[in-house]
């Protein structure tokens, strides 16, 4: 397309008309000029195409359900999602789709959040990271994403009203981070703005969020559409950024835009500049769409198990109850056995076109027997599933229990207001471990659960929510063919009302206060020192690794400087496993209040019985920065940082210490109402000021600062730590201390300072 020629010839009708949709998932074309009308379609985690006949966007066409994005983070495995993409990606070519809807990379600030189980992880990092590869996978195939839900987009509830007040420190170190990797790493062709507010501004108009941070600071140079029917004043969105506002409007919001254009309020260059991105994403369709591309099911259905195996989580694994030994007498109970919960409601919600259960795919291994135990559709006798699956369980050696959360606990549009599985089924897993000793749970659940059996239960197996091949791959690791390798991307908390969000989720009418800041997650339980039942990073193999030779390449770094911290890991048991290593960064006394540790590195390493391997991680000055609000960027405090490497947050096998200077000098800015204490920790400051504090007179014994003491002098400092520089004037009678010669002072602490 030549887009500078279509530019000078559409109509103003014609501009503001590209700007939303033809219907619920094609952008409008504009035949005099061939500009094509592309279609677009939900994501993330496979195809929910609306089939040729249809726009209730309900009746979408067959297609392959993939671990949804609860699960995919247990990977902790880019080269992992970045496959997965590939794969949609080639399903959106023989679509004919322009762009697949996703991935989400929202913080899972509280276990409530109905849509979870579409998101990464309680940890930027990591939520980052991955979504950076989900984007690379899919947009390697000439395929776009839209990178959502851009952003605090971390609660059903009220989620088109709410208001999301958040610190600035707390935005940019916790919810705009993964984003910022997602769109300065994957470079997705476009972002969809979330449905809420942000202070008080929705996303769909805010100009700070979609112009400033996002295309100014970040980059990005793709398209931003809105989420469905975010849009409130489509004018002020033309303003701030949103070129494209889905679905339609039926024209109504374009007719807004020209009036607006007509009247003087918006002027006509704003408007161009979201035609032509507009215009952009669909020259990348044409350029890019390859229809002729095979979309061969049955291989991503084998590639979908196969993932998940990748995913699955081991909880709990008391006397190597797992992997199953196939001899021995087996009892799979529980209806999610035959009938599992793969995917969660809403949009994205696919048409699977093959559903594998356990007890399907465990004829592959073994024979075993079967108990419903609980129905997920009521209208059963209960009591009579019970008898039948304590019955099965007592005849067996080993009871694998299928359990976990029914799709209406959890879904797009709501939040649960509890982290309990349901009565029917704890109830289950009780009367079993009363008549079974061994006794393994797998959980099917798009975030986390309470688990009151964690203690009764010898194993448990965490599946997410794991795409249609699940059942296939549950399989792959009880009988061992797979070992499992996923750790948590979240903390699994003992109680609900340990959750940081707790006394601030979802809110009050339409403001939610992020009033934990940074303390998300593990983030909060380690400061707090708060036991979680399972700790993020959490996850077990049928092998055992050892870690050792912990080296960074300098003891002290400054500035653009690169860190480089080595480890070896070692297999010392007896079968091939994969172990995720973890690195954490955590400033051992910091100026600000900032979490023990924060992850900022991993790497996911293969090793056969006995192999070891170096893993290399690289940390350049961001790893040790917070945000600083006064200065409006990141910084790492000069001081001592410590390097910490190991299997999980909660277990850390390694540690080293760096000294790190972000480089650049703070401009200082001291007044007479700067108080002694942030004066004195400057060494400028305790050079010019500490005579001063040794004539105070503020109770400490001697006044002449020769023969005063160590002690009276650290005293005298102490008491005067929070008070303003101009009170000492009160507490002193010597007359050379006053206004004048005090600002004097100040001013020579800055000019030394600032040089
Ligand atoms: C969801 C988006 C989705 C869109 C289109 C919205 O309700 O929030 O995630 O992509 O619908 O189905």
Redesign the pocket.
């Known amino acids: 397309m030549n887009i500078d020629r279509i530019m000078e010839e559409l109509t103003l009708e014609e501009k503001a008309s590209l700007c939303s949709g033809l219907d619920f998932w094609h952008t409008k074309p504009v035949e005099r000029l061939d500009i094509p009308s592309v279609m677009v379609s939900?994501?993330p985690h496979g195809l929910r195409k609306n089939t040729e006949d249809s726009d209730n966007?309900n009746e979408s066409i067959k297609a392959v359900c993939f671990p949804t994005a609860s699960a995919l983070a247990s990977s902790f495995d880019r080269t992992l999602l970045e496959t997965m993409g590939k794969a949609i990606g080639e399903e959106c070519q023989h679509e004919r789709l322009a762009v697949v809807?996703g991935p989400?990379c929202n913080i899972k600030r509280s276990p409530l959040c109905g849509r979870n189980f579409e998101y990464f992880s309680e940890d930027p990092y990591l939520a980052g990271q991955l979504a950076a590869a989900h984007i690379k996978g899919v947009q390697s195939r000439g395929v776009g994403t839209s990178l959502?839900?851009f952003a605090c987009n971390n609660q059903e509830c009220r989620r088109m009203s709410v208001s999301a007040e958040v610190d600035e420190r707390t935005l940019r170190e916790i919810y705009l981070a993964p984003f910022e990797t997602a769109v300065k790493e994957g470079k997705p062709w476009t972002v969809?703005c979330s449905?809420n507010r942000i202070n008080g501004v929705y996303s769909s108009q805010n100009k700070r969020l979609l112009t400033d941070i996002l295309r100014d600071e970040w980059g990005f140079k793709g398209l931003v559409m809105s989420?469905?029917g975010a849009v409130d004043d489509r004018v002020e969105g033309i303003k701030a950024g949103l070129d494209l506002e889905m679905p339609t409007s039926y024209g109504k919001n374009d007719r807004l835009i020209v009036q607006a254009v007509e009247a003087g309020e918006l002027d006509e260059a704003e408007l161009d500049k979201c035609v032509r991105r507009i215009l952009e994403m669909a020259d990348r369709y044409l350029e890019n769409a390859e229809p002729e591309t095979v979309w061969d099911m049955d291989r991503h259905h084998q590639l979908a198990r196969k993932i998940e195996a990748e995913c699955i989580v081991l909880l709990k694994n008391e006397d190597n109850l797992l992997p199953l030994d196939s001899k021995k007498k087996i009892a799979f109970i529980g209806k999610f056995a035959e009938t599992p919960r793969y995917q969660g409601g809403g949009?994205s919600h696919i048409n699977s076109f093959r559903v594998t259960s356990a007890l399907e795919a465990v004829s592959e291994y073994a024979e075993v027997d079967y108990a419903e135990g609980y129905s997920i559709s009521g209208g059963a006798d209960e009591a009579k599933l019970l008898n039948e699956a304590v019955t099965c369980a007592e005849k067996a050696d080993i009871a694998v229990i299928f359990a976990g959360l029914p799709d209406e606990y959890e879904s797009?549009g709501y939040d649960r207001n509890h982290m309990r599985m349901p009565e029917s089924q704890l109830r289950l897993i009780d009367e079993i471990c009363r008549v079974n000793r061994n006794t393994v749970v797998v959980l099917h659940n798009g975030s986390p659960v309470e688990m009151p059996f964690a203690d009764k239960v010898k194993g448990v197996l965490e599946t997410y929510l794991g795409g249609q091949a699940v059942g296939g791959a549950v399989c792959d690791v009880l009988f061992g063919k797979a070992n499992p390798c996923g750790k948590l991307p979240e903390t699994f908390p003992v109680k609900l009302s340990d959750n940081p969000s707790y006394l601030n989720f979802p809110g009050e009418g339409d403001k939610v206060k992020y009033s934990e800041g940074v303390f998300v997650g593990y983030r909060y339980y380690d400061y707090k020192e708060i036991a979680p039942l399972f700790p993020f990073g959490h996850g077990l193999s049928y092998t055992t690794f050892e870690y050792s030779g912990l080296k960074l390449s300098h003891s002290e770094i400054s500035g653009d400087k690169t860190l480089t911290a080595e480890v070896t890991v070692k297999n010392t048991g007896s079968v091939s496993g994969k172990e995720i290593v973890q690195l954490y960064v955590s400033e051992k006394r910091p100026q600000v209040i900032r979490p023990v540790k924060e992850l900022k590195g991993f790497e996911k390493i293969l090793l056969k019985p006995g192999e070891e391997k170096k893993v290399l991680f690289r940390l350049d000055s961001r790893a040790f920065s917070y945000y600083c609000e006064e200065q409006n960027g990141w910084r790492a405090d000069y001081g001592e940082y410590e390097i910490m490497v190991g299997s999980s947050s909660g277990d850390i096998r390694l540690r080293e210490s760096v000294y790190v200077s972000s480089g650049e000098k703070v401009r200082a800015d001291f007044t007479l109402n700067s108080t002694f204490g942030d004066i004195m920790a400057a060494p400028e400051g305790r050079k010019i000021f500490s005579g001063l504090v040794a004539v105070a007179n503020v109770g400490a014994d001697e006044s002449d600062p020769a023969i005063m003491g160590e002690g009276s002098l650290q005293m005298a400092e102490s008491m005067l730590k929070d008070l303003p520089v101009r009170g000492i004037v009160s507490f002193t009678e010597n007359p050379d201390v006053n206004r004048e010669s005090l600002q004097l002072m100040i001013d020579r602490l800055n000019n030394e300072i600032n040089g």
Do not use: V
Request: hydrophobic content about 25%.
């Open positions: 939900d994501g966007p809807l989400g959502k839900h969809m449905y989420d469905w949009s797009e």
